[in-house]
């Protein structure tokens, strides 16, 4: 025979533990069974999130493969104008004119640049619109799309 004191200690413990599978899985349920299925039904939420987080890593190194030669973009938003960022692994003699230019062509002024171009490529730029921008403003978007245009041309006349 199991004495009471064991019974009523199991009890707590299985009480514990399924408060704290409850809390785990942000569960409402107040029964036993209740707790179990939606503890069930959030396994099966992180399983198809795994299952997502994995392709997602295999369409970026597919992605990041095709495109590891070309040097990596992001473009801000501030509260007056762009900060473009830049970088390659590796050195890349004549990109900075051509990003250059991509900034004449959108009438974009260089405020403030940090470059290094010695053994990897790492430009930083605050980019401001031109004063003789007739009520046009431009994006982001379309900052980061010049400039990524300007190093595929790059690209494409260096054979890189």
């Given amino acids: 025979m199991v004495s009471r004191e064991h019974q009523r200690s199991s009890a707590s413990a299985l009480h514990e533990k ?3 599978l409850r809390s785990v899985t942000h569960s409402h349920a107040a029964n036993k069974t ?4 939606d503890a069930s039904k959030y396994i099966e939420e992180l399983k198809q999130k795994v299952e997502r987080l994995n ?3 295999e369409e970026f ?3 990041s493969s095709e495109q590891s030669s070309l040097p990596m973009v992001t473009v801000e938003t501030l509260e007056k104008g ?3 960022n830049v970088f390659s692994d590796k050195s890349c003699p004549g990109l900075l ?3 250059l230019e991509a900034f004449e062509e959108l009438n974009l002024n260089v405020l403030e640049a940090r470059v290094s171009c010695t053994e990897s490529f790492r430009l930083q730029a605050v980019g401001g619109e031109s004063e003789d ?3 046009e403003t431009i994006g982001a978007q379309v900052v980061k799309q010049a400039v990524v245009q300007s190093i595929k041309k ?3 006349g260096n054979d890189n």
Avoid: C, N, R, T
Wanted: proline fraction near 0%; glycine fraction near 4%.
């Fill in 97 to 99: 004119v051509s990003i």
């Fill in 61 to 63: 190194a597919e992605s």
């Fill in 133 to 135: 921008q007739q009520g």
């Fill in 55 to 57: 392709q997602d890593m």
């Fill in 34 to 37: 209740s707790i179990l299925v």
């Fill in 154 to 156: 790059w690209s494409e």
């Fill in 82 to 84: 762009f900060l473009i």
């Fill in 18 to 20: 399924l408060q704290l």
